[in-house]
């Protein structure tokens, strides 16, 4: 296990980290993310990001058979969920790319791991390389 010092270690990688990251880089400090599930955290990969595409996909397919104009007849549009479904991933991988070429990263693994606090100063972690560097390149 290798010693790595940083000014800024931040658990996680969700919208919070990126901010703290973000922040940290802007006043050349440098920083670490670590993750232990996927990069981005909830809100890109569990919850704003696939919740909205999945209900604005639905509200279009169910508006289309319950039109609000006269004159409009309703329709039901043909739907293949597996591909709805793999537009909603294609869209999360594109975010989840943009969101760190954006903030000036540089990923450095794609291993995840779990941080354990080790004392008020250290954090210990299997592969601290995991997520993102700010800073420092
Ligand atoms: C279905 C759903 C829909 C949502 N829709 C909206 C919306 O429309 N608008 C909105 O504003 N908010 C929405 N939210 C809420 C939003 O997703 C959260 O507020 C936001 O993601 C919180 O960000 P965060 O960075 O604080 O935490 P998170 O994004 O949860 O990130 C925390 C990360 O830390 C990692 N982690 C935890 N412990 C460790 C450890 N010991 N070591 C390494 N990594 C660790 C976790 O794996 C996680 O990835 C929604 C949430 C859900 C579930």
Redesign the pocket.
């Known amino acids: 296990m290798t010693d790595e010092h940083y000014d800024l270690v931040i658990?996680?990688?969700?919208?919070?980290?990126?901010a703290a990251a973000i922040k940290a880089a802007d006043l050349g400090k440098s920083a670490v993310m670590?993750?232990?599930?996927?990069l981005?955290?909830?809100?890109?990969?569990?919850?704003?990001l696939?919740?909205?595409n999945l209900i604005e996909a639905a509200r279009i397919y169910w508006e289309a058979e319950h039109p609000r104009y006269p004159g409009l007849a309703p329709a039901t549009l043909g739907l293949n969920f597996k591909e709805l479904v793999s537009g909603k991933d294609e869209v999360i991988r594109s975010y989840r790319t943009a969101s760190t070429s954006r903030s000036s990263m540089t990923p450095t693994s794609s291993e995840?791991?779990?941080?354990?606090r080790a004392s008020p100063t250290r954090i210990r972690?299997s592969s601290m390389a995991?997520g993102l560097l700010a800073g420092r390149s």
Not at 34 to 38: A, D, G, I, V, Y
Not at 40 to 48: F, P
Not at 112 to 116: G, K, L, P, T, Y
């Open positions: 658990i996680g990688s969700g919208s919070t980290a990126f670590t993750e232990s599930r996927t981005g955290g909830t809100c890109v990969n569990r919850g704003c696939p919740s909205k995840s791991s779990q941080a354990r972690s995991t």
